[in-house]
Structure formats: structure tokens, C-alpha cells
């Protein structure tokens, strides 16, 4: 009991301490790669330090939902996030539900910042909860497509199982079916967390924007939540890719030297996809709203054949 | 001072009525003609339509104090004849008004409205008689009258700046964008009509920077002005501040010693390079592609430390004078400038291959923001946007000023219309004012940068155009005697192509239009003036 709890609040503190810095550091190497030299990997910290200090300016048109909306993205991000497993091939609150409740704790949060963009009666909020709601319909299927292709094989939705069952396999991700799952999610994870083809988090284009519309009118403190949210989001769902489909170098045993490596392992899995991203944006345009639909089709199509073929091959 | 090239002015005067019986008079830059009165306006116009004319500005005169009248203008101009038409209506002021011709002539729209603003005098039988020029809650001052003073304290503005027409429809809501932006860009609103993303409707509300340059013009002793006219849009110091000093010599009936005719020249095409520079990575920019926008800003920056090696002027200010140029280009510093421009050449080669051969870019940029060639006829849209847009049209080729008089640049024409092409003929127009600097340095003559400016007649008019960047600017001036302007009328091709925007986000989804008005990038301090 105690060693889950411990485990809860170390994988609390690693999502929340470190998700800021993958989001610095593939702001850090996209400049880099733009030739700019960027902001250093930190800055995220600092915006939160100083969201945090700040006041904020509430829309007189706002009701309590506009209030509470940045609570719940933050509480059900987190939450989702310890559903995870991230270092153990056992997620700290694994009993509590599986992979399907991890999607539909993001799920909620989305539905909450729809909502209080939707409430301020503002334009581009409207914009932004109606491109968000119609991207969100398109990826979910893909993403569930692609977790249940693991959840097939493993014989459980919950991710820690997934992973268990798994790690004596090492070669199993170059089995078409998990290869397919994999793009269709990577696909899903560009779509959810805002990246280039589909949003651009580093735009001033009121206009074109998805996320950073809905949380135009947000300031201070509750900016500060949920841009960390956002970060975290990104971090279990690149967390999510890493640990279902590589789930090999997971700490099975307990001992320090086990763990450790583990851990440094996790990590470097996290920056390998976190490069796949910082690629991907470099060298692509955003692609025109209307052709999103068609790039997450995509993605279910992949989820999809990777679902067959583990029917067809048995997932091996 | 002789002018090659054919006269379709000549022929076309005697064929229309109303101007066979006219007072006329010729210059080697223009065709003048006075009529008393508007009434044959449209008809003239319905004829030099006809006859394949374009309507380049509309414009307004108050010369109650010397002559009693109100003059319009119309200035027209025909790809076969060097010089520009200048049609002068008599307005009486008992009766202020003129017939309109926007009906016709669409391009007149704004340039009409403009002028019952700033004159109180009426257009007549418009289709769409609103401000334009001053906004809604304006009271009833027509600031460009002579009887305005320059100093006048209005009181607060009070009620809605702007009436717009309202857009009716299942699930149409508007979304109001502006006046300030997002970024470091100008102010002007923009009132979309969309369901869902795609958009229905625009309405375009600018002269949010309005200066009233033009009547700060008045009264400005005649060598004052071309500061003044570096400053009507930043981007184009050099483009205004050249046709400013043209106007002047044109009127003088000088021109500047070949040094500075030919040195003129270099210095058009580098402000051309470095904006058609920094637009192309805009455009990127705008689409997400923001590593084309890197290397774009980088060759931008290039060229304005090139700019200021050989001039000593980043955006080449205070380089000229009526007359010539204040200093001549300094042939030491010419070859090593050559030097650079080929390494910036093949930069820009590959930044444009960049561009081009990213297949996501071209997807986001080809078929957008279409403006088909008839509209843009119609709309009288110039310059670059024209160009895209099948309007076979260039000041330096059709009416060559200066240096431009012995080269032939190259003039790159498109039909689509849409942002990629309007990118299009940017990146080819680079490359071939890169050639023509090199033509240009080749030729550049020693000898003095600067005539002396004679003195000007009371009175005289002039009217010079030049290509600047964005395309067609012309500036329009009235000597007041005593050494000082009494009018200068401005056009920046912007005026003439911000309606172009309205038709070409027609189809498109809102989250396009950014790139879509980023690819037109219009100036609002030179259109608001």
C-alpha cells in the first residue's frame, strides 16, 4: 500500500517536474534546426513561474465553467498520466482502470477547455472548440484502433499488463500489426498535442489556430495549468508510444541499478520520439484544416489494418 | 527628352467625342485633357474601357481660391502608350457632385468614395456610396478642402466607427478580426461572414493609420516633400520618395544626369529584393513552413547590409533629391557589392528550391486564394497581384522612367491567380532585378549624381508612376508657387488592390486567410495615407 502511494507521488512529481522540459527541448531543437538559436530548454519553467505570479483578467461574460475548466484539464491530465506506466511495468493507479480510462480522462479534460472556450462567447474560441471537437472525433477511433491492437495481444486493456506481457519479447514491435499501430498513434499524438501537420503551437494567426484559440482568453494562474496540462498530455502520450509498443527496457525487478536503468532508458525513449516530433514539424507545412480529416482517416485506416492483421497473424 | 514608343492616346483622343473637343495639351509624360464639365464622365469612360484603358487613380482638386472650381481627375493608362491620360473635370461648387463610374469601371470604387470623403463633393449613381475613407462616426469635415485647416481639433468621436451590411443566413455568425493584430502588422478590421469555416462574406475596414499625409503635403516647400514621401509607407521608402521626385522634375521639365538615372535604378531593384525576400518566408511563415522563413529573414537581413554598405541607408533613406541623388554611388564600393549579390543569388536560388519542392507547402498554397484575371481586370489590381493574375503589366516596361528607358526587364506573368503564383512572381521577379542591378552597374556613368531643380511654374502640374515592389505607385503634384506644393496626390498600388483581397478569400475557409492576405501583403500606412 504505502509502496503504491510512494510510487503514485514519484510519478506524479516526474510528470510534473519534468514534462515543462521535453516541451523546452523540442522547442530548443526545432529553433536549432530553424537556424535560430531559440530559448534555452528551461523556458517553460520560467513561463509557468511567471503565469503563476501573475493576476488574471476574467471575461465578464465567463461562468464558473471558464473557473473550473483549467482544474479539471489539470487533475484529469494527471490523473491519466498515472495510469501510465513510465519507469515500472506497473502503473502506480493500474487498479483503478485501464487504457480506456486513460484516453477518457483526456477525453474529459478536452471536453471541459471546449467548453469554457466556448463559454467567454468570444469568436475565436467558438473557432477553436469546433476545430478542436471535429479533430478529437477523427482521432479517437484511430487511437483506440491502435491501443486495442496491443490490448489484443496482451489479452488486457490495462496498460501495465499490456506492457508485462511484452517484455520478455523484444523483436514483438517489428510485427506488422504493432508497426501499423504504432504510426497510426504517432499520427494520433502529432493531432493531439497540437504539432505541425495539424496545429501550429507557435503561431500568432488567431485565425488558424486550434488550441491556442480555445485558451486565448485564459491568463495568469490558470493559463499556467493549462499549459502545464498541455505539456503533460504530451508527455504521457509520447510515454503511451514508447512504453506499449518498446516496453522491453521496463524495470520488471526491483533493485536500485534496475531502476536506474530503467529509467535513463525511458527517458532517452522519450527524446527519441520527442526528435521523431521535432522532425516532423521542421520539415512540414501545416497542412490546409480541411485536409486534417484526411491525414487522421489515415491513421484509423493504420489502426485499423493493424487490428486485422492481428487477427489475420496473431499479433507476432 | 524625346520618348520612344507608340501613341495610343493620340488616336484614342480623337476617336471619343467628349475628348476630341476638348482643350488638350502634351507632355512627354502625359496626355492632358480639360473638360468644363462631368457630364460626358461616363461616357469617356464606357469609350476608354472599350478601348482597352485601365483607370489608375481618381482624385479631387479644390482650387475654389484661384478658379472657382473643383477638379476631378482621372488618370488612365494604356499598355501602348508611354505617357498617361489625365482627364480634368470641372466640378462647379454650387454643384458638387460628378457623375460615378465605379459601375463600370469597379477599380474607381474606393478612389470615388475617398473623394466624397475628403471633398464633400458627391459621386453620383454609386452603387455603393459608404465611407471609406473616414469612418462611420466621423462628423461632417471634409478635411482635404482648402478651407480645413491643417490644425483643426475635432471633437471625440462618439458612436459606431463602422456600418456594416449585415450577412443573413442558417448558422452564419461573424467573426470580427482586428483593427490590432496579433504580430507586428499595421491596423485594419477585418468583418468576416462565415458558416462553419467556409468564408461568405468580407468587409475590409482600413484608414485606421490615417495621417492625412496628403494635406501635409500642402504648403511644404517643393524640395521638402520626398522626405515626407519616404515616409507614406516604410516598406517602399525609396519607390514614393522616387515618384515624388520625378513628379517634381517632370515638372521642371528636367531630368536627372544619367549618374543618378541609372544609379535610380539599382536602388528600385534592392528594395524590391529585400521585401519580395521577406514576403516568400512570410508566406511560409504562414503556412508553418517556418524553416523557409529562417533562411528568408537571414537573405532579408543580407540585403539590408548591403543596402547600407553601398548607400549607407539599410531602407535606403535620404538617398534622393529632386533632381538626381544627394551623393553619387561609389564605384569602390560597387564591385564588392557585385561580389556579395552573386553569393546572395544562389542563397536565394535554393531557398526558393526549398519552397518549391516541399510538396505540403505547394498543397497549402496552390488553388488558394484564387483571384481570377477577369476580376482583377476589372478591379484595375496591379503590381505583383495583378501580375499572378494575368494583368501583363509593369511601369519600367510599359512606361520606363529613368534608367529604365534602355533596359527591358523581363516581366513574369501568371493566370491562376492564386498564392502560390503570387509567390511565384516574386521569386522570379528577384532574380531578374538581380540582372537588371548588374545591367545597370555595367552602364553606370561617372559624372555628377545631382541637377539643379529650375525654378517651377505657379501652378504647373505633373504626374510621374514608377514600379515600386508592390506595384504601380503614382504621385501627382501641384506647384503653389512661392516655392511651395499646393497639392500631391498619392496612390499606392495597395489602394488599388485591398477589394482583390474580397474576391479572393471567396471559397476559402477562414484559417487560409491569413496567408491568403499575407500573400497580396498590402501596405495600410500607404493606402490610409
Known sequence: ?316 | MSRPGSAAFDSLMAEVRPLAASACEKTPWEVRAFLPGADDRQEIAAALLDRGCRFASVFAEDRRAQERAYYLYDVVEHRDDHRYLVIRYRVAPEQPRFPSISLQAPAANWMERETQDWFGIEAEGHPNPRRVALHDHWPGVHPLLKDFPIDAVLPPLEGDPHIFRQTIGEGVFYVPVGPVHAGIIEPGHFHFAVAGEPVIYLQLRLFYTHKGVEKRFENLPLTHGVFLAESVSGDTSFGHGLAHCLALEHAAGIEAPPHARIGRVILLELERIYNHAADIGAIATDVGFVIANSHATRLREQMLRLNEELTGSRLLRGLLRPGGLRRPLDAARLAPFLEKLESFEREYRSLVRLIEDSDSTRDRLETTGTLPPAKAKDLGIVGVAGRASGQDLDVRRDHPFDGYQGLQPRVPVFSQGDVLHRMRVRSEEVLESLSLIRAAAAELPEGPSLSPLPEIAPGATALSAVEGWRGEILHWIRNGGNGRLDRCRIKDPSLNNWPAIVEAIQGNIIPDFPVINKSFNLSYSGTDR
Do not use: C
Not at chain 1, 509502496?3 to 510528470?15: D, E, I, M, S
Not at chain 1, 477523427?138 to 511484452?166: I, K, Y
Not at chain 1, 501545416?286 to 497473424?313: C, D, N, Q, W, Y
Open chain 1, 1 to 316: 500500500m504505502t509502496a503504491t502511494v510512494l510510487h503514485a507521488v514519484l510519478q506524479g512529481l516526474l510528470l510534473l517536474l519534468l514534462s515543462p522540459l521535453l516541451s523546452g527541448l523540442i522547442r530548443t531543437a526545432k529553433a536549432r534546426l530553424q537556424t535560430r538559436r531559440g530559448p534555452s530548454p528551461l523556458q517553460p519553467y520560467r513561463d509557468l513561474g511567471k503565469l503563476l505570479r501573475k493576476g488574471m483578467v476574467i471575461p465578464e461574460t465567463a461562468s464558473p465553467v471558464f473557473a473550473a475548466a483549467p482544474f479539471v484539464v489539470f487533475s484529469t491530465t494527471l490523473l491519466a498520466g498515472l495510469l501510465a506506466p513510465t519507469v515500472f511495468a506497473a502503473a502506480p493507479l493500474s487498479q483503478f482502470g485501464g487504457v480506456l480510462a486513460l484516453v477518457y480522462l483526456l477525453g474529459l479534460g478536452r471536453f471541459f477547455l471546449a467548453l469554457a472556450a466556448l463559454d467567454t462567447g468570444s469568436a475565436f474560441g467558438g473557432m477553436g472548440s469546433s476545430r478542436e471537437m471535429t479533430i478529437a472525433a477523427l482521432a479517437e477511433p484511430a487511437l483506440m484502433l491502435a491501443v486495442f491492437t496491443v490490448a489484443l495481444t496482451a489479452g488486457s486493456t490495462d496498460p501495465s499488463r499490456m506492457a508485462q506481457a511484452a517484455i520478455g519479447q523484444s523483436w514483438r514491435f517489428l510485427a506488422p500489426s504493432q508497426m501499423l499501430a504504432f504510426t497510426a498513434l504517432f499520427v494520433v499524438l502529432l493531432a493531439e498535442t497540437g504539432r505541425i501537420p495539424v496545429d501550429n503551437p507557435a503561431t500568432h494567426l488567431e485565425l488558424t489556430m486550434i488550441h491556442e484559440a480555445m485558451i486565448l482568453e485564459y491568463s495568469g494562474p490558470w493559463l499556467a495549468l493549462i499549459e502545464w496540462s498541455a505539456s503533460i498530455k504530451q508527455m504521457v502520450l509520447l510515454t503511451l508510444l514508447a512504453n506499449l509498443f518498446i516496453p522491453f527496457t521496463l524495470a520488471s525487478a526491483p533493485g536500485v541499478p534496475a531502476i536506474l536503468s530503467a529509467a535513463a532508458l525511458y527517458l532517452l525513449k522519450l527524446l527519441l520520439l520527442a526528435a521523431a516530433v521535432v522532425l516532423v514539424e521542421t520539415t512540414n507545412a501545416k497542412m490546409r484544416l480541411f485536409r486534417v480529416p484526411e491525414l487522421l482517416s489515415v491513421a484509423f485506416v493504420l489502426g485499423a489494418l493493424a487490428l486485422i492483421s492481428t487477427f489475420l497473424f496473431g499479433g507476432r
